[in-house]
């Protein structure tokens, strides 16, 4: 019911910016929250950031201060720009979506990831 699309996942040099895209698309009745978060081999996956339909964000202690999150309800596109990119910040990211889908049990909340995307920053 949605399907996400996540781009501008690359390799970038220790200092460098990066922004990541998430797209949503499929049949729901409205996206509520948008996420980020990045998962290393061997590691549990971690919360990046997030942002509500209406602006409200929640940003990891890992990226305050060098991030910069926006969402475009007229796309339900999420952009998250890091900046001055550490080794550290190297991971697989994977955008989630809070959305509300009419069924036939009517309007129900869910929960879908993307395939994710890789990071690699470079020292």
């Known amino acids: 019911q949605v399907q996400l699309v996540e781009s501008g996942g690359g390799l970038v040099q220790a200092g460098g910016s990066l922004r990541l895209s998430c797209e949503a698309s499929?049949?729901?009745?409205?996206?509520?929250?948008m996420a980020w978060h990045r998962q290393v081999p061997g590691k549990q996956r971690e919360f990046v950031a997030s942002?509500?339909?209406?602006?409200?964000?929640n940003i990891a202690n890992s990226v305050k201060g060098r991030n910069a999150i926006s969402i475009d309800n007229a796309e339900n596109t999420m952009v998250l720009q890091i900046d001055r990119l550490k080794p550290a910040d190297t991971a697989v990211y994977y955008c989630?979506?809070?959305?509300?889908?009419?069924?036939?049990?009517?309007?129900?909340?869910?929960?879908?990831w993307g395939q994710g995307t890789q990071v690699t920053v470079s020292s």
């Open positions: 989630n979506v809070g959305a509300r889908v009419y069924d036939s049990s009517g309007l129900r909340q869910v929960n879908s």
């Open positions: 499929g049949t729901f009745f409205s996206i509520d929250t």
């Open positions: 942002i509500t339909s209406t602006g409200t964000t």
